[in-house]
């Protein structure tokens, strides 16, 4: 689906090359491409916004980005606009706030609320997602845009701007339990610049874990991956390393577990490192509902716990779990799944 692909590429620009790269869980009603239109179907299969948008977005936060003519608005679950289309572009909800831009002659993105009023003036390169209270400042400096400044507060102030002699910021990613991965580079008196070296700031944009590793991801669960000498493994909040680097590639921990690479396999770990699900995939998702995605010979598939295929890799696309369901498509069209791996119902794409 093309607004899958998009998203993609929204957030492996914003990310560092790490290996984890990490998609906003969205809701149910499921977004799907009828013909050359996007509506909404439910668990059921019905279709409870019709496919009418050029384009669309995803649901989070009860609402969901929609394109009618040239400007975008927002809808509810029941297809009412809840914000009337005015806007040049459009993006999630999230934190109750929603990054826009206003028009079609300018790059620069704010932020609204769920009134449509605009909260956080324009000053983005990027659309963006605000988490904890803030959100990066992918801003313009000496008129060049998607420069990392600091971080954003909702009522559009820099809050953190980690000024430091001699340093420069490369990345920022969001806040996630408390702390937030930034990366930061020596600028040395030539203007050449150095690696970027990754470590965590808190909400008072103090290091509560000085730049030392090659990458790092969000915390969850209490732990982060992070790269050394070119493996990955996890860290805690103290810094010590709960699972030693020595795996090619390394994803955030959800429902106890977490996938990591190796020998160019996914698998999944607990969070002692003991291998649960021998890796054999060409690519792991995260569990929701118990549930995790998985690819092989670039079709997908769905798996439990124990590594148990439940739906077989037949599958073209397909969401994470949301409340026991998920939606997919495979060559008869759109269908969804509940966690016993029963096709549900079918929806045709035509």
Excluded at 19 to 26: C, D, K, S, T, V
Excluded at 96 to 101: I, K, Y
Excluded at 209 to 232: C, N
Excluded at 327 to 335: F, N, T
């Amino acid at each position: 689906m093309k607004r899958l692909c998009v998203l993609t590429a929204i957030a492996v620009a914003l990310l560092s090359t790490t290996a984890i790269a990490r998609l906003n869980h969205f809701e149910q009603p499921f977004l799907v491409e009828i013909g050359d239109k996007y509506g909404f179907m439910d668990a059921s299969c019905r279709m409870v916004v019709p496919a009418q948008y050029s384009e669309a977005f995803d649901f989070t936060e009860g609402l969901a980005a929609v394109e009618v003519g040239q400007k975008w608005g927002y809808i509810d679950r029941t297809g009412a606009i809840a914000v009337a289309p005015q806007f040049a572009g459009a993006f999630h909800f999230s934190n109750g706030l929603a990054s826009v831009r206003l028009e079609e002659s300018s790059p620069l993105w704010g932020f609204i609320d769920k009134t449509g009023k605009v909260v956080v003036k324009p000053q983005f390169g990027t659309p963006l997602w605000f988490s904890e209270g803030l959100v990066e400042g992918y801003g313009e400096k000496n008129k060049i845009l998607n420069i990392p400044l600091g971080y954003v507060d909702s009522n559009g102030e820099y809050v953190i701007r980690l000024e430091e002699p001699g340093q420069e910021i490369e990345f920022l990613e969001g806040f996630s339990e408390g702390m937030a991965a930034v990366s930061m580079r020596a600028v040395h008196p030539d203007g050449s610049v150095g690696p970027g070296v990754w470590g965590y700031i808190n909400h008072s944009g103090e290091w509560a874990i000085r730049p030392t590793y090659e990458g790092a991801g969000e915390f969850h669960e209490g732990l982060a991956a992070v790269m050394k000498d070119g493996l990955w493994g996890y860290i805690d909040k103290t810094k010590k390393f709960v699972i030693p680097p020595q795996f090619e590639g390394a994803m955030e921990f959800s429902e106890g577990m977490a996938a990591v690479r190796i020998k160019g396999q996914w698998g999944y770990i607990d969070q002692t490192g003991a291998v649960l699900i021998t890796p054999q995939f060409e690519r792991g998702g995260l569990f929701r509902s118990g549930m995790a995605t998985f690819d092989r010979n670039r079709k997908l598939g769905y798996i439990d716990k124990t590594g148990t295929v439940i739906v077989l890799p037949d599958l073209n696309w397909g969401t994470e779990f949301v409340d026991g369901f998920a939606a997919v498509s495979d060559s008869s069209g759109y269908g969804v799944v509940d966690t016993t791996g029963r096709m549900v119902c079918r929806l045709d794409k035509k």
